[in-house]
């Protein structure tokens, strides 16, 4: 069964860089899911898709973070990585990372991770 | 690119069946049958119930199902139980690589 969790600070500076990684467990990065994705929940909000990251490499962003969002990915550690740079505080979510069937369904997901953005 | 359209709340009695809705336009729902739903329980991560409209993985109760019509996507939970009580939120593909969420419904079971 496949196992994500994610990893990171709790606390970012305004105007600061979120970071944050996902490892996986339980079966390989590079083989079987093809896409991994990042997805956050601001406090009381619904769901907003971040970006996606193909095995190989090549990375799908929300065209409303775009520009402020970089993933990688380190197929020999099994993990994902998420950069949102010049946060302020309506960044403060939790981050969840997840599997991207075939960039179709998150089928499987982390616990999530609570990231504040404030001084 | 707004967020899928879905009702904020609904509910139902044990028992009986309820729909939630989830309307988007002819650039996501209505142009791809890659739509998917997420059950949410408070302080939990969102758990995959349905996807490509229709099919179940392994696991999940068939008491949920899915369909489409044009850009409205529904989330049909039949024989409601006390445990379905939760947020439930529809996800579309939306052409150019891009996935949008709806803005979630809280189903309360009376």
């Known amino acids: 069964q496949l196992q994500l969790q994610e990893s990171g600070p709790g606390l970012v500076k305004p105007s600061e860089t979120l970071s944050l990684t996902c490892t996986v467990s339980g079966g390989s990065i590079s083989s079987g899911h093809d896409y991994w994705g990042w997805i956050r929940q601001s406090p009381g909000k619904g769901l907003e898709w971040i970006g996606s990251i193909y095995k190989g490499g090549s990375t799908y962003y929300s065209p409303s973070l775009k520009g402020r969002v970089t993933m990688s990915v380190q197929t020999s550690r099994s993990q994902f990585s998420l950069r949102l740079n010049s946060v302020t505080a309506t960044d403060t979510a939790v981050y969840y990372c997840a599997s991207h069937y075939g960039f179709d369904y998150f089928d499987h997901w982390g616990q999530g991770t609570l990231v504040t953005v404030s001084s | ?110």
Do not use: M
């Open chain 2, 1 to 110: 690119q707004s967020a899928l359209t879905q009702p904020r709340s609904v509910s139902g009695s044990p028992g009986q069946t309820v729909t939630i809705s989830c309307t988007g336009t002819s650039s996501d729902i209505g142009d791809y049958d890659f739509v998917s739903w997420y059950q949410q329980h408070p302080g939990e991560a969102p758990k995959l119930l349905i996807y490509d409209v229709t099919k179940g993985p392994s696991g999940v109760p068939d008491r949920f199902s899915g369909s489409k019509s044009g850009n409205t996507a529904s989330l049909i939970i039949s024989g409601l139980q006390v445990e379905d009580e939760a947020d439930y939120y529809c996800c579309s593909f939306a052409g150019r690589s891009s996935v949008i969420f709806g803005g979630g419904t809280t189903l309360t079971v009376l």
